[in-house]
């Protein structure tokens, strides 16, 4: 949980500051759906739905969604996770990558449909094509970032000792 | 119990959890809870540290990566600063004028509002809402509704605030709302943002001249949002699809992009500028 609790540290205060520099704001990744899925196939089930629902309380204060929707959203994500984990071969970075995938377009259009409830937003291509191209944007970003937590988590198993790289 | 079943409860309990959060998130008022403010406390340092290393590393870039046509622009800029100082001296003299005509017809004079800078520190962390973070929060006396600008023009308006930070709904998202006066025509319309960055008045009376070109500016009648700010220039003008009035397409006048402190206009008990005859009742 102390590894999880360091990188959702570091990847709220990426994905609120420093990502705006490299990506256009309607284009940004979600590194942190990356971060829960990851943590849906690698850690405890417990870890990863506390990771999931507390973290997404704080995505929610750092934007402007409404508080627990981005929570309920992610939650649910690392729920799918869990029983994916539990049914198919999850090792294969193809198949992460598409997890990533699938699971930040099915939060495009929940929140997407969410707001077009509050306002007159656009539901068309426009709102679409945001949101497959912000899910392809998230699956390269996690084609780079889940060795890097797959390498971190087992670096910080050596050190701290206890727990290797996959907790089932 | 067994393990699946358990953790089937577990899920359950916590998306409950979240269901409840979600719903009582819209009959709260709109100053962080009990709950938020200690996370906005905590996590304000860490955003500003994120800040200034993205920043350095922006800074490296400008000022070393990026230094090929500095001699060009330079020029440039010199030549452009000659004649905005003529035109200054032009439009000073069209305001001693202005003034003295509003006297003359017993308008009441307009104030500079007291405004408060703020850092911008973070901006939407998720890229689906059109939304900036501040340094300043309700501490430093910004409240909800307070509107924010640069000196290009409107930025959006304060959604929420917490002790120290606040909540900026920029005009570029489509659930912020402005009332807003094209220049030229004095037509009103209501702005708000579109999905690819931009802004679309809509509203505007079916008869209106407006076309291309013409600055759109604050109306003041809200009473929250001062009269005469700058908030863009119309790109295109169509008809709703209804055809009972004009929308415009604008292009904002503040960038965005580039912009690193706003300034937040504080209220004050006379309200702004609103429709003469109606001062005497605020």
């Not at chain 1, 994916?84 to 995938?101: L, N, W």
């Not at chain 1, 509050?118 to 539901?123: M, N, R």
């Not at chain 2, 959890?17 to 996590?43: H, M, T």
């Amino acid at each position: 949980m102390v590894f999880l609790t360091f990188a959702a540290v570091v990847v709220l205060g990426a994905q609120a500051t420093s990502l705006g520099f490299i990506f256009p704001m309607e284009y940004k990744p979600d590194i942190f759906m990356v971060l829960v899925i990851w943590a849906g196939l690698t850690t405890e089930f417990r870890s990863g739905l506390g990771l999931a629902f507390l973290g997404g309380l704080a995505m929610d204060l750092l934007s402007g969604s409404p508080i627990g929707l981005l929570a309920l959203i992610y939650t649910a994500s690392a729920l799918l996770c869990h029983q994916v984990r539990t049914g198919f071969r999850t090792d294969v970075p193809a198949g992460k990558i598409g997890i990533v995938i699938l699971a930040v377009l099915a939060s495009g259009f929940v929140v997407v449909l969410s707001r077009r409830f509050g306002g007159p937003l656009g539901f068309g291509w426009p709102s679409a094509g945001r949101i497959v191209v912000r899910a392809l944007v998230s699956g390269m970003v996690a084609a780079l970032l889940l060795p890097v937590l797959d390498r971190s988590y087992r670096g910080f198993g050596r050190v701290v000792g206890g727990r290797g790289a996959t907790d089932r | 119990m067994p393990r699946y079943t358990r953790e089937i409860a577990i899920f359950l309990v916590i998306f409950g959890s979240g269901i409840i959060i979600l719903f009582s998130a819209f009959s709260k008022g709109r100053e962080a809870g009990p709950a938020s403010r200690p996370f906005y406390q905590v996590f304000k340092p860490v955003m500003e540290a994120f800040g200034g290393v993205t920043g350095g590393g922006r800074d490296l870039w400008r000022h070393y990566l990026w230094l090929v046509d500095a001699g060009k622009e330079n020029e440039r800029l010199k030549q452009e600063l000659d004649r905005m100082r003529s035109r200054q001296t032009v439009l000073l003299g069209r305001e001693r004028e202005h003034k003295r005509l509003k006297q003359l017809l017993d308008l009441k004079e307009r104030h500079e509002f007291p405004s408060l800078a703020a850092m911008i520190i973070g901006e939407d962390a998720v890229g689906w809402y059109r939304m900036i973070l501040i340094s300043r929060g309700s501490e430093d006396g910004v409240k909800a509704g307070m509107p924010a600008a640069t000196a290009e023009g409107l930025v959006g308006k304060v959604a929420s605030t917490s002790p120290n930070t606040a909540k900026i709904l920029l005009i570029t998202d489509p659930n912020s709302s402005v009332d807003c006066r094209v220049g030229r025509t004095r037509d009103r319309g209501i702005l708000s943002g579109l999905l690819d960055g931009g802004c679309i008045l809509r509203y505007v009376d079916v008869k209106s001249t407006m076309k291309p070109g013409d600055d759109v500016e604050t109306s003041g009648l809200d009473g929250m949002v001062p009269k005469g700010l700058a908030v863009g220039r119309i790109k295109s003008v169509t008809r709703s699809s209804r055809g009972m009035f004009l929308e415009a397409v604008v292009e904002p006048a503040a960038d965005f992009r580039k912009m690193e402190e706003v300034l937040v206009v504080l209220g004050h008990e006379g309200g702004f500028d609103v429709r003469p005859g109606l001062e005497d009742m605020r």
